[in-house]
């Protein structure tokens, strides 16, 4: 393979893009990008509830138990009781009833 086919970019200069090998470099460098947006938005998101979970801390609240709350409202009714269920059979079978 030739370095002629290989495109060399130095720091900051993403405006170079060429296909090479198949591979359409416009279009991957856009997909690189959009990620790379995304992933600084999940930052900052993860930093903002952070700061709720610090605020709730700060009101009284235990953090740990509203996490755990948050998790289980994502979980369908239905197999939240089924979890539930077994969960309290479980600890029956062990004696922690």
Do not use: C, H, W
Not at 18 to 35: E, N, Q, T, W
Not at 59 to 69: D, S, V, W
């Amino acid at each position: 393979m030739s370095d002629t086919n290989v495109a060399s970019f130095p720091a900051g200069s993403e405006d170079e893009t060429s296909d090479v090998g198949g591979v359409a470099g416009k279009r991957l460098k856009s997909f690189i990008d959009r990620i790379e947006r995304l992933e600084e938005e999940k930052a900052a998101l993860a930093e903002d509830i952070k700061e709720v979970y610090g605020e709730a801390k700060a009101t009284g609240f235990e953090p740990k138990t509203i996490r755990q709350i948050v998790k289980l409202r994502k979980v369908d009714l239905e197999k939240r009781r089924e979890a539930d269920e077994l969960l309290e059979l479980y600890k029956a079978a062990i004696g922690m009833e």
